[in-house]
Antibody
Framework: QVQLEESGGGVVQPGRSLKLSCVASGFIFSAYDMHWVRQAPGKGLEWVAVTSNDGNIQHYGDSVKGRLTISRDNSDNTLFLHMSSLRADDTATYFC?????????????WGQGTLVTVSS | IQMTQSPSSLSASVGDRVSITCRASQNIKNFVNWYQQKPGKAPKLLISTTSNLQSGVPSRFSGSGSGTAFTLTINSLQPEDFASYYCQQIYMVPSTFGQGTRLEIK
């Protein structure tokens, strides 16, 4: 079955960088668009970014443009989120999610998330 | 596009019928999804493009609306339905979620 497992979260100082990973299994990774969605503690969901199945197209939420970069390695079934110039308001659980084939913004499957805490 | 969801919280009893509303800041046709999230868990897709119930989701869940106003209705609430619910517009990128509705047991 579809499995998505995020890793790479932790405590990081403001202004530093962090790279999250999401390893996919149970489906043909290279056939699906992939997303990152985040959720600050006790808050709602915020869509962060999407990459097309071939990695050629990316789109970002307004609050993360220029600081967060989504990428993927289809040979390794892995999705990444490179986070730079981190701020306190980037503190959140980061979920990776699979888009539906043919309708990429429908988030059909989700990982369990990895927590990023930005604090000095 | 901003999605304004209401109410932010709702208390109801098992067996009740409840409705949650999302209003979009512009016409998004029928491009709205609904998700359920339980504490400490990942969100789960319930309904896509306004009214398409996902496989395995009970028929007591339904979605309706178009343009700028959308509704998620749950008939005959069951204990497992007490959770948070989010709408998401998929009319254009960046996609955006509503603020969420916490459904609590009365």
């Amino acid at each position: 079955q579809v499995q998505l497992e995020e890793s790479g979260g932790g405590v990081v100082q403001p202004g530093r960088s962090l790279k999250l990973s999401c390893v996919a299994s149970g489906f043909i990774f290279s056939a699906y668009d992939m997303h990152w969605v985040r959720q600050a503690p006790g808050k709602g969901l915020e869509w962060v970014a999407v990459t097309s199945n071939d990695g050629n197209i990316q789109h970002y939420g307004d609050s993360v443009k220029g600081r967060l970069t989504i990428s993927r390695d289809n040979s390794d079934n892995t999705l990444f989120l490179h986070m730079s110039s981190l701020r306190a308001d980037d503190t959140a659980t980061y979920f990776c999610a699979r888009g539906r084939r043919g309708d990429w913004l429908i988030l059909e499957n989700w990982g369990q998330g990895t927590l990023v805490t930005v604090s000095s | 596009i901003q999605m304004t969801q209401s109410p932010s919280s709702l208390s109801a009893s098992v067996g009740d019928r409840v409705s949650i509303t999302c209003r979009a800041s512009q016409n998004i046709k029928n491009f709205v999804n609904w998700y359920q999230q339980k504490p400490g868990k990942a969100p789960k897709l319930l309904i896509s493009t306004t009214s398409n119930l996902q496989s395995g989701v009970p028929s007591r869940f339904s979605g309706s609306g178009s343009g700028t106003a959308f509704t998620l209705t749950i008939n005959s609430l069951q204990p497992e339905d007490f959770a948070s619910y989010y709408c998401q517009q998929i009319y254009m990128v960046p996609s955006t979620f509503g603020q969420g509705t916490r459904l609590e047991i009365k």
